[in-house]
């Protein structure tokens, strides 16, 4: 339940920074992926620690709401 909610959210705020900023989107994406656009398939050392540092904050923060679903829904009394 804690990573079914930690990736909803994670949906949710990356659907609305493609809706928002389309090109920051495309932008942020193929600095985790390596490319976008595969005719021009290319990784720049600035994309790579740019994409390096994106991954490490995503990550440290993904863990972060898993571990704060998992502790808010471990207080729940469960079911009988």
Do not use: R
Not at 17 to 22: E, S
């Amino acid at each position: 339940m804690a990573a079914a909610g930690t990736m909803g959210i994670w949906y949710l705020i990356c659907a609305a920074i493609v809706a928002v900023a389309p090109d920051l989107g495309l932008t942020l994406f193929g600095w985790l992926v390596h490319l976008v656009n595969l005719e021009t398939a290319a990784i720049t050392w600035g994309g790579f620690f740019a994409g390096f540092v994106e991954i490490l904050i995503l990550s440290y923060l993904m863990g972060w709401v898993f571990a704060w679903i998992h502790n808010w829904s471990a207080k729940k009394p469960q079911g009988v």
